[in-house]
């Protein structure tokens, strides 16, 4: 008996190598995913403006990388002790200005230089609502629990999010002509949108990036949304607060995009990295026993061999752990 919608997810004509890199940008269900994908040892860089929701925000900050913008002191504003980026998520805020614009401009240059030479840019689009400073109209993509009455709250229309994401596109494809992009939806629910606004949103994103797929060769869908929404679809694989995806889904998730992503000889080594990482946190009882040192020390043979066949993986961790 079938108990779900039967869904064949198309494979990419090109799958994700272990050679490939990777940037990842977007919400908070980008990381998720490259979480995922660094665990097993790909060669990824997240989010380096830290989490963004929309798309004008995903596109001006892939436009920063590729003009190579390096961010100035006074455009960093004070509040509630912390110095903060409009541009950025909280996680470069610091009580000390300095530091904070070396943190945001560190990350900037790590971008700029992954960029050139990416072979993919994972997209996760998790809202169409925009905000706005009232004061200037400026854009902002992360509102540091400032006073609401500061902003004001758009909902991008379709067209303006295909445009701005356009421009990116042909911005990067400029600097890196053999990137290829793979766009996905959250699943995530903006549930303080309230449910009409949010599936309004929803909807706006999966039109446009439908549109840029049809428009771009290079550019692909994922559709991580309906996998949960569609295929899941039950209030037992999202959270407590039942807007995010639960452990179950989002492992549901990353199971259905390795196979329909991932390159099979990729997909074998995958495995064997897993086999290590979860021999990496076990935790025993007793450490000093003869069985497991007998089990580190098999391990970190499995290990020099993986390193001896792909020279490129990096078990730095592992070996000092099964070494100890």
């Not at 079938?2 to 990777?22: E, G, H, Q, V, W």
């Not at 963004?52 to 003009?67: D, E, I, K, R």
Request: proline content about 4%.
């Amino acid at each position: 008996m079938d108990l779900t919608l039967k869904f064949d997810i198309p494979k990419l004509s090109r799958p994700i190598t272990y050679a490939d890199k990777i940037m990842l940008i977007g919400s908070c269900f980008t990381e998720h995913i490259s979480d995922r994908l660094s665990a097993h040892k790909f060669k990824i860089l997240s989010n380096p403006h830290g989490i963004l929701f929309n798309p004008v925000s995903v596109a001006h900050s892939l436009n920063s990388y590729v003009s190579r913008k390096i961010y100035k002191e006074e455009e960093l504003f004070l509040l509630n002790e912390l110095w903060n980026s409009w541009d950025h998520h909280t996680r470069f805020s610091d009580i000390d200005k300095t530091e904070a614009v070396e943190k945001i401009n560190s990350s900037q240059r790590e971008a700029t230089d992954f960029l050139k030479n990416a072979n993919w840019i994972i997209i996760t689009l998790g809202s169409a609502f925009q905000y706005y400073l009232k004061e200037n109209n400026r854009q902002v993509a992360n509102n540091h629990r400032a006073p609401a009455a500061w902003f004001e709250k758009k909902m991008l229309s379709t067209d303006v999010i295909i445009q701005t994401l356009q421009q990116s596109f042909e911005n990067i494809i400029a600097l890196n002509p053999k990137v290829k992009f793979l766009l996905t939806i959250s699943p995530v629910r903006h549930i303080r949108e309230g449910v009409v606004d949010n599936n309004r949103s929803k909807a706006r994103l999966i039109e446009a990036v439908h549109t840029l797929t049809e428009q771009y060769a290079q550019v692909h869908y994922f559709p991580a949304y309906e996998i949960v929404i569609d295929i899941l679809r039950d209030y037992r694989f999202y959270d407590i607060d039942f807007v995010h995806p639960n452990y179950l889904a989002t492992n549901f998730v990353w199971e259905k995009f390795t196979e329909a992503c991932v390159d099979a000889d990729a997909k074998k080594l995958l495995a064997q990295v897993q086999e290590i990482a979860i021999a990496r946190a076990h935790r025993p009882r007793f450490p000093n026993t003869v069985a497991h040192k007998s089990f580190k020390e098999s391990y970190k043979e499995k290990v020099f061999e993986l390193m001896r066949q792909h020279p490129f993986l990096d078990f730095t961790d592992e070996l000092n752990y099964f070494s100890s």
